[in-house]
Structure formats: structure tokens, C-alpha cells
């Protein structure tokens, strides 16, 4: 006989985990609630781009100092280095630090701290120049259109504080001329370079969160109940550990014992035919002696004549056993210790042998090493009472 429990039972399983139907209950509603905060909670998404330019017309700056053309190529040049220089003050960072400050307290309402704020906006704004255009663009979570005509005034913010910086610094620019031209602000589709902010995600369906949540809990819940099934050393089922000669269950009581108990124990005696029998735990346990006691009262009651004889503490000590049961009809022989031998020993002196359970209390490998004993030593382990029973017992 092994200690272990025999080969999986997907039956045990099953009724194990229905006798555990709060877990995965529990875990579908809390998974379903997760699912339905997720969905009322979600922050939709939706990052759209604006963009704006300014474009230094080259032809025009010239005509300021040759109206009537035929420059030469050194004018040509110096202009030229001119416009470079003009447009490169476009792409500063100055411009975008002066653009935050005028628009810090429109933007990003939800973001209360300033260095957040700061830093989604310097993330969300780039300004590039090809040849004598810069391009401006502004990624901005667009949910109203309050938001899109915010977008839009932070690129105009950049693109006035650009060309009011750009005409700073060359005389000829400031007097009206169409040197400088500004675009309108517009919604850039094409925004590649911007990819990496533009998202949009929709919020998602209140059902398919719902369900996605409860499912998610009901998994949760049979991975808990696996690992409680695997870890838990108690008796799941005498019949799942113990050969199928050696699994009687004469009783179980949810509580401690009741008087059904004794009508199962007694019944189970007289089918055996035996007059002489040994109660026992497979650990040291002083509701064997509550039990016997009460099962001797009960045989009294029934109008039988009894003897009960007690080993170890408080009794006789078991390695004097003496079978005697001074012509009574019955003789129950109780041991409720645990010494090292004991059991083996009684019960190969009394043969019928049956053990009384906590099953919540005794974990399986006890129980089945106390069965062992009782075999090895020649006694007759006929049945088990169990008492104590909760929702992992499964006969």
C-alpha cells in the first residue's frame, strides 16, 4: 500500500471544485466588476495632428534690394546665407519654450502637475525646415472641439512668436513685404513623423468587458481551486487514497458525532460478527475517548452489555494489553495517543480495528500510514468514521 493518492480522478476534481463553488463565483464577480471599471473608466484616446508653415520666399527678399533684378553672384550668395540663417531661428528652442508659456494653462487640463505637462508638450510639438520651409506640427488628444481649436492656437502661438523672432533679426523683414508667408493651421493626415503619439483607441464595449472580466475570474477561480486541490494535504476521499478493500467509510458527521454515528459503527460490528474491537486516531486525539464513551452509552441504552477499556494517558498501558471482555457482549478496547508502535500493536492483539478521523484536522498521509500499521501488524482495519468533514471530503 502506497502513501500517496491514487492516479487523478477528474470525478474527484469535479465534485471538489463544486463543493467549492463560492471561489469561482466569487472570482467571476469580482473579474465581471473589473471589467465593468475598466470600461466606465477607460480614457478614450484620440491623438490628432495640426500643422502650419512658414515659408521664406527667396525671390521676394531679393527684389527688397534689386528691384529691377541682375544681381551678381556674390549678392546672390549673401542672401541666400541671409535666408539660411533667418530660417534656422524658426526651429529654435526658444520659440517652443515661449509657445508653452503662452499655452500651458489651455492645454493638458486633466495633467495637474506642471513638470508632466512640460514634458507631453515639448514630446508632442516638433518643428522641421526643409530648404527655406519649416513645417510646425502638434499632436493633441482631440475629445471635443474645444480641443481641436486649442491645437490649433498653440500652432499658431509657435508660428507668430517664429515669424515675430525671424523679423527681430533682420531689418529689411520688418516693413510688410511678402518675404514671410504663413499657412493656415491645418489637420495634418499625413503625419509620419508623429506616428509614435498618434493613437486612437476607442472605449471598449461594455459587454465584451463584461465578459471578458467574468471569464477572466472563472479561470482565475479553477487555477485557485487546482492549487487549494493539489496543496491540500487533508482527506479529499478515503476511496481515493486507499485501496478498494481498505475505503469503508462506516459514518461521516459535518460536525462532531451524532448518535447516527453509533447506529452506523454498531451496525457495521454486528456485520462483522466481532465482539471485540479497537477505536483508534492516527494521531492523538481525545475525541476517540468523547466518541467511545458516547458509543458505549448509546450500547447501553440499546441493552447491551459493554466494556470499555482505555490505553495510554490516563489508562492502562497498552503494552500489558490483556483481551478480555469479562463475558460482555461487546468489548471496546479505545486508544487515543500516538506512540511510536501502539497502534500496530493493539490493534494486531484486537484484529477489528476502527479508526475515528478528524478530516479537517488529520492530514491524508496519516491517516493512510495509520491504515499501514494496522495491516502490517496483522490487525483488520474494517472502516473509518469521520467527523469534522468539510468541503474537500468528497465520499
Known amino acids: 500500500m502506497v502513501n500517496n493518492e491514487k492516479e487523478f480522478s477528474f470525478k474527484n476534481y469535479f465534485v471538489y471544485v463544486l463543493r467549492k463553488w463560492i471561489i469561482p463565483v466569487l472570482c467571476v464577480l469580482v473579474g465581471a466588476a473589473v471589467g465593468l471599471y475598466y470600461s466606465v473608466s477607460f480614457k478614450n484616446t484620440n491623438v490628432e495632428v495640426y500643422e502650419g508653415t512658414i515659408r521664406f520666399n527667396l525671390e521676394e527678399y531679393i527684389k527688397l534690394f534689386s528691384p529691377e533684378g541682375g544681381i551678381t553672384e556674390g549678392d546672390y550668395s549673401l542672401h541666400t546665407a541671409t535666408a539660411e540663417s533667418v530660417m534656422q531661428i524658426a526651429t529654435d528652442s526658444i520659440v517652443k519654450t515661449k509657445t508653452y508659456e503662452q499655452m500651458r494653462d489651455k492645454i493638458y487640463p486633466g495633467i495637474k502637475d506642471e513638470g508632466g505637462k512640460r514634458d507631453s508638450f515639448f514630446k508632442s510639438i516638433k518643428a522641421e525646415r526643409e530648404n527655406y520651409v519649416v513645417k510646425v506640427d502638434f499632436a493633441y488628444d482631440i475629445n471635443s472641439d474645444a480641443d481641436v481649436q486649442t491645437a490649433k492656437e498653440v500652432v499658431a502661438a ?65 487555477v485557485i481551486i487546482s492549487l487549494v486541490y493539489v496543496f491540500d494535504p487533508r482527506i479529499k476521499s478515503v476511496g481515493y487514497i486507499l485501496p478498494d478493500d481498505k475505503s469503508g467509510v462506516i459514518h461521516a458527521d459535518k460536525q462532531s458525532f451524532s448518535e447516527g454515528a453509533y447506529v452506523s459503527l454498531l451496525t457495521a460490528f454486528n456485520k462483522e460478527g466481532a465482539k471485540d474491537f479497537l477505536i483508534a486516531s492516527a494521531v492523538k486525539d481525545d475525541a476517540v475517548k468523547q466518541f467511545s464513551e458516547g458509543f458505549a452509552d448509546y450500547l447501553k441504552s440499546a441493552g ?27 468489548c471496546v478496547y479505545v486508544y487515543s495517543d500516538a506512540e511510536d508502535g501502539a497502534l500496530g500493536y493493539l490493534s494486531g492483539q484486537v484484529g477489528k480495528t476502527c479508526l475515528l478521523i478528524d478530516q479537517a484536522a488529520v492530514p491524508a498521509k496519516k491517516f493512510v500510514s495509520a491504515v499501514n500499521e494496522i495491516t502490517a501488524a496483522g490487525g483488520d482495519y474494517f472502516g473509518v468514521v469521520l467527523f469534522n468533514t468539510t468541503d474537500s471530503y468528497l465520499e
Open 158 to 222: 509657435y508660428l507668430n512668436f517664429a515669424v515675430e523672432m525671424m523679423k527681430n533679426s533682420n531689418a529689411n523683414l520688418k516693413s510688410d513685404n511678402a518675404v514671410i508667408s504663413v499657412s493656415e493651421v491645418v489637420r495634418n493626415y499625413d503625419a509620419a513623423s508623429m506616428s509614435e503619439l498618434v493613437v486612437n483607441n476607442a472605449a471598449p464595449s461594455l459587454v465584451s468587458s463584461l465578459l471578458i472580466g467574468a471569464v477572466g475570474g472563472a479561470v482565475l477561480g479553477i
Open 304 to 330: 447491551k452489555q459493554v466494556t470499555v477499556k482505555a490505553f495510554g494517558e490516563n489508562g492502562s498501558d497498552w503494552r500489558t494489553f490483556e483481551k478480555d471482555n469479562d463475558g460482555k457482549d461487546l
